[in-house]
C-alpha cells in the first residue's frame, strides 16, 4: 500500500496528485467513449455519405446519386462478367468517380430518353417519302 500521510505538505501533495489522475481518467474515458461512438456510427454515416453526396461541381441530385450506385453494378454485371475482383474493384472506382454532376443529372438523363424515344419513332416510309398526312384547310381553297 502507499505510505501514510503525516504532515500537511504531503496531504496537498497527494490531493494534486488525486485531481491530476482524475484529468487524465476523465480524458482517457472521454476518447474511449468517443472512439466508441464512432465506431456504433460508422454504419449510419456510411449510408447518409452514399444517398448525400455533394460534390464540388455542384449538388449531385437524384439520378447522379442513382447512377453512382448503379453504373458500377451495371458494368460488373455485363462488361466486367468474368474478370477478377481488382479488375472489377477499380472499375467500381473509375466509374462512380466519372459520374459527376455536371455530366450525369436529370437534365442530361431527360435528354437522353428524349433522343432514344425520337430515334424509336422514326418516320415510316410513306412519311419519309410523302411527308406527314395534314387534314386540315387546303391551301387552294376558297375560305380566305
Same mark, same amino acid.
Given at each position: 500500500?502507499?505510505?501514510?500521510?503525516?504532515?500537511?505538505?504531503? =496531504?496537498? @501533495? /497527494?490531493?494534486?496528485?488525486?485531481?491530476?489522475?482524475? +484529468?487524465?481518467?476523465? +480524458?482517457? &474515458?472521454?476518447? %474511449?467513449?468517443?472512439?466508441? %461512438?464512432?465506431?456504433?456510427?460508422? *454504419? !449510419?454515416?456510411?449510408? %447518409?455519405?452514399?444517398? @448525400?453526396?455533394?460534390?464540388?461541381?455542384?449538388?449531385?441530385?437524384?439520378?447522379?446519386? &442513382?447512377?453512382?450506385?448503379?453504373?458500377?453494378?451495371?458494368?460488373?454485371?455485363?462488361? =466486367? /462478367?468474368?474478370?477478377? +475482383?481488382?479488375?472489377? @474493384? !477499380?472499375?467500381?472506382? =473509375?466509374?462512380?468517380?466519372? !459520374?459527376? *454532376?455536371?455530366? &450525369?443529372?436529370?437534365? +442530361?438523363?431527360?435528354?437522353?430518353?428524349?433522343?432514344?424515344?425520337? &430515334?424509336?419513332? /422514326?418516320?415510316?416510309?410513306?412519311? /419519309?417519302?410523302?411527308?406527314?398526312?395534314?387534314?386540315?384547310?387546303? *391551301?387552294?381553297?376558297?375560305?380566305?
Amino acid at each position: 500500500m502507499e505510505t501514510p500521510i503525516t504532515n500537511m505538505q504531503q =496531504l496537498q @501533495a /497527494r490531493i494534486t496528485l488525486l485531481q491530476l489522475k482524475k +484529468v487524465e481518467d476523465e +480524458v482517457y &474515458f472521454n476518447q %474511449k467513449f468517443t472512439a466508441i %461512438k464512432e465506431k456504433i456510427l460508422a *454504419p !449510419v454515416n456510411f449510408v %447518409k455519405g452514399l444517398f @448525400a453526396h455533394k460534390s464540388l461541381q455542384g449538388h449531385a441530385d437524384w439520378a447522379t446519386r &442513382f447512377g453512382r450506385i448503379f453504373v458500377p453494378m451495371l458494368l460488373n454485371r455485363t462488361i =466486367l /462478367r468474368k474478370q477478377g +475482383v481488382v479488375i472489377k @474493384a !477499380v472499375a467500381s472506382l =473509375l466509374s462512380q468517380k466519372l !459520374v459527376k *454532376p455536371s455530366l &450525369f443529372n436529370t437534365e +442530361v438523363l431527360a435528354s437522353w430518353v428524349d433522343k432514344a424515344t425520337s &430515334f424509336i419513332k /422514326r418516320k415510316t416510309k410513306k412519311e /419519309r417519302r410523302y411527308g406527314a398526312d395534314d387534314y386540315g384547310i387546303p *391551301p387552294e381553297s376558297e375560305t380566305a
